[in-house]
């Protein structure tokens, strides 16, 4: 009971921001948008921010705040971002998704950790070092409402922004660890470019009996431009490799060195066999290969039972992750042409690029690093491993180009944290070993010559 | 208003028939359906029938009804169905779907064709006929509710009711005309195969940047299994064709004689090209020819805008129409063959048959034929074409099996019906004539020898 009282306390700020459903993909949700971000502004003032307001963009509302060090030399700007993932399937979640719930050692809900969670750790540690007073560099703060759609307003207000933005490093906790005792820092993330087709058949949904045959199905002539576009794991729209650098020798020594065990990787999602690109390992594919995945199909009858119909149209969701060389806008164009070149004349395909976002490299020579590695040190008692992972964060390629500065993924997340999934959950001992390591950075940080 | 009145009138008992959604592939229907069945059984009796009731099945219930008429030789079974296809997507209808409207000269509503408006045709028809005294012949009704979901529990209800349904002719109306203008009669039906399929990968959604292009996304396995079932407009399941009867030159000769306009057909359905199997005429591929058509698809992510998900299920509802020489259960059992032979390691494949049934063949040496024909002129004004058709009514050939009886199919509706699709509907016209076609064939069926 008591223990419960001070828990609650502690995550009274987060689960006061899971409880908006700031779902970006979903427009009906602009007024939680707006809830969330005003939440966040309130929070970090009490947390210590001098200031902090909440930023117009053309799309969902900006988050900044700031932290003056008198004589502080340095700006360290943390990044997050308050909207969420759908959450549906919601008939799979065995807690309310906006509600939550402590059960296990862990906290179960949307955002728990993407990025509510681990956005919180930042503040947590923010809060501390400034009620402490150790805190000698000023820090900043950005969070934004549109990561999972792709961050489409935050080029433009980083554009407009870039005084307000000034800083000596960004630090971002959105990403994961290898494992609960593998601490690791994210050396390197994938692009993304996605893409929704609709293909129509007739202008009305026929009878497959007395049309089938002699009319064009859109969800048959869907599969077949879909299959066609991977063959035994490569992705075989002309051009799409283009740009991929192939990892070197020294790079595959690495990769293979990081503890992977393939039988638990296969229990852990419930698959019998992994399947990829030939001639690279697990590892390989999920991190410093470009893949192809169908996230969502849809057309015709749906419902119970069997319907004989010809359907008039068909729909997908399409996502390709890029590496870091590839530009997603020639990807897309690739991928736009490619369609165009094979569309046969008896349906129509139209293609919407939906978002996207360039890859990303940290190199481990950058003199912050050392202050990020000797940060996870203190906190989970072991030298982490710098490793390229397959998620995307495109915004972080932008605050490049913008504003000419270099990232630091100090990222908490654990893969059974099933983010994006239902049952989205965050160890509690993670969120104390995150707060732990992300105060030791900015201790660090400072004595960085 | 007068006018309005005396339609009303006139249309009462399919007006009563429509607004009951009975719906045989929901479930939660059961209620409709057998409010449906009573309802038929008191038109049946109000129209005439010496007695009529409701006979249980394995699943809906069936409607029976009789009419002896002293000293007659013969019986004519009149077979039909009260049940009717889903309204969906019923954004796309102008009118309720489940409330008659008259309008434009035509009845719109789901089943105003398919099949309670052809079945009313021929209860007006004995209706009158009963009336004048005209009838010579006993005539037998008989109507299910599951013919839209094939006939699951009618097979069973024939065997064990033989006597019953005695007879020397089965009439049917539920087919349709090649146009107004061009009265033909059906002689030729396809069969029907019908499977669920669902791809299992991972054992929950998971985060496509994280597993992507190293776990097997079930969607995208789907669209190959699919799209490798057809090349080119050609079946590629093994041994699909070897039951496929090729047509005779002299078959095809007739085919082409049937009026038929290419660019009306594709401007009617909005289409710039028909497409199909090489070598076979837009008319051969829809009614001579097997067809596989993909009546629904779904999985991942089908909402708003972009999530970035690799799903763990995707499914698919596929048929193929089949032609009189292919047995579906053969059929169903090489489909169900292929996909064990080449599912790979990686995800798991379930097939599930929904329902099928063979094809029909009617041949015009038959001594009823000329009844028809006879009847059809006399409503028409013109000699009716004997034409196959690609839809299936999977019982026929069961009754012929069976009962050991042929079935003349003498339809009344037109392409333009829009039947299984939004807004169904059927000309005023069409019921007159109808009636009086039915009303003939019975005349004419008393004068055979």
Same mark, same amino acid.
């Given at each position: 009971?008591?223990?419960?009282?001070?828990?609650?306390?502690?995550?009274k700020?987060?689960?006061?921001?899971?409880?908006?459903p700031?779902?970006?993909?979903?427009?009906?949700?602009?007024?939680?948008?707006?809830?969330?971000?005003?939440?966040?502004?309130?929070?970090?003032?009490?947390?210590?921010?001098?200031?902090a307001?909440?930023?117009?963009?053309?799309?969902?509302?900006?988050?900044?705040?700031?932290?003056?060090?008198?004589?502080?030399?340095?700006?360290?700007?943390?990044?997050?971002?308050?909207?969420?993932?759908?959450?549906?399937?919601?008939?799979?979640?065995?807690?309310?998704?906006?509600?939550?719930?402590?059960?296990?050692?862990?906290?179960?809900?949307?955002?728990?950790?993407?990025?509510?969670?681990?956005?919180?750790?930042?503040?947590?540690?923010?809060?501390?070092?400034v009620?402490?007073?150790?805190?000698?560099?000023?820090?900043?703060f950005?969070?934004?409402?549109?990561?999972?759609?792709?961050s489409?307003?935050?080029?433009?207000?980083?554009?407009?922004?870039?005084?307000?933005?000034?800083?000596?490093?960004?630090?971002?906790?959105?990403?994961?660890?290898?494992?609960?005792?593998?601490?690791?820092?994210?050396?390197?993330?994938?692009?993304?470019?996605?893409?929704?087709?609709?293909?129509?058949?007739?202008?009305?949904?026929?009878?497959?009996?007395?049309?089938?045959?002699?009319?064009?199905?859109?969800?048959?002539?869907?599969?077949?431009?879909?299959?066609?576009?991977?063959?035994?794991?490569?992705?075989?729209?002309?051009?799409?490799?283009?740009?991929?650098?192939?990892?070197?020798?020294?790079?595959?020594?690495?990769?293979?060195?990081?503890?992977? !065990?393939? $039988? /638990?990787?296969?229990?852990?999602?419930?698959?019998?066999?992994?399947?990829?690109? *030939?001639? +690279?390992?697990? #590892? %390989?594919?999920?991190?410093?290969?470009?893949?192809?995945?169908?996230?969502?199909i849809?057309?015709?009858?749906?419902?119970?039972?069997?319907?004989?119909?010809?359907?008039?149209?068909?729909?997908?969701?399409?996502?390709?992750?890029?590496?870091?060389?590839? !530009?997603? $806008? /020639?990807?897309s164009?690739?991928f736009?042409?490619?369609?165009?070149?094979?569309? *046969?004349? +008896?349906?129509? #395909? %139209?293609?919407?690029p939906?978002?996207?976002?360039?890859?990303?490299?940290?190199?481990?020579?950058?003199?912050?690093?050392?202050?990020?590695?000797?940060?996870?040190?203190?906190?989970?008692?072991?030298?982490?491993?710098?490793?390229?992972?397959?998620?995307?964060?495109?915004?972080?390629?932008?605050?490049?180009?913008?504003?000419?500065?270099?990232?630091?993924?100090?990222?908490?997340?654990?893969?059974?944290?099933?983010?994006?999934?239902?049952?989205?959950?965050?160890?509690?001992?993670?969120?104390?070993?995150?707060?732990?390591?992300?105060?030791?950075?900015?201790?660090?940080?400072?004595?960085?010559?």
């Open positions: 009971m008591e223990e419960t009282k001070e828990l609650d306390a502690f995550y700020d987060l689960f006061d921001l899971i409880r908006i700031s779902i970006s993909s979903d427009k009906t949700r602009k007024d939680d948008m707006h809830r969330c971000a005003r939440l966040w502004k309130d929070i970090l003032l009490n947390a210590g921010a001098d200031k307001e909440v930023m117009p963009t053309e799309g969902n509302p900006v988050v900044f705040a700031e932290k003056r060090i008198d004589g502080a030399q340095r700006t360290v700007l943390v990044y997050g971002h308050y909207d969420v993932m759908p959450a549906d399937p919601v008939e799979l979640w065995q807690t309310d998704p906006f509600e939550p719930t402590i059960k296990d050692g862990r906290l179960w809900a949307r955002g728990a950790d993407d990025d509510k969670g681990q956005s919180f750790i930042q503040l947590k540690a923010f809060q501390q070092l009620a402490s007073g150790e805190l000698k560099h000023n820090v900043k950005i969070l934004e409402g549109e990561e999972e759609i792709g489409p307003s935050l080029e433009a207000f980083c554009r407009n922004h870039r005084d307000l933005l000034q800083c000596d490093m960004i630090l971002v906790s959105d990403t994961s660890m290898l494992d609960k005792d593998l601490p690791s820092i994210t050396t390197g993330l994938r692009g993304l470019a996605y893409w929704q087709i609709e293909v129509t058949g007739p202008c009305r949904d026929l009878h497959s009996g007395h049309f089938g045959g002699a009319v064009a199905n859109p969800i048959n002539e869907l599969c077949k431009l879909l299959a066609g576009m991977t063959d035994n794991g490569r992705i075989t729209i002309p051009g799409f490799y283009d740009d991929v650098v192939e990892l070197s020798p020294r790079e595959r020594e690495m990769i293979a060195q990081i503890p992977f !065990d393939l $039988e /638990k990787y296969k229990a852990n999602i419930g698959i019998n066999e992994v399947h990829g690109e *030939p001639g +690279y390992s697990t #590892i %390989e594919r999920n991190s410093c290969r470009p893949s192809f995945d169908i996230c969502g849809w057309g015709g009858y749906t419902g119970e039972g069997a319907k004989t119909v010809l359907p008039s149209k068909a729909y997908a969701k399409v996502s390709c992750r890029l590496v870091p060389d590839q !530009d997603y $806008e /020639k990807i164009r690739l736009c042409d490619y369609v165009k070149s094979i569309t *046969p004349d +008896y349906v129509k #395909i %139209e293609v919407t939906l978002h996207g976002g360039e890859g990303y490299l940290f190199p481990i020579t950058h003199p912050a690093y050392p202050a990020a590695e000797a940060a996870f040190k203190k906190a989970f008692g072991k030298e982490p491993l710098a490793v390229r992972r397959g998620g995307s964060i495109p915004i972080i390629s932008t605050f490049e180009k913008v504003l000419g500065v270099k990232t630091i993924l100090m990222g908490f997340g654990l893969e059974s944290n099933a983010i994006h999934s239902p049952n989205e959950n965050m160890q509690l001992e993670m969120f104390d070993k995150g707060i732990e390591a992300v105060k030791e950075f900015h201790r660090q940080y400072d004595m960085i010559g």
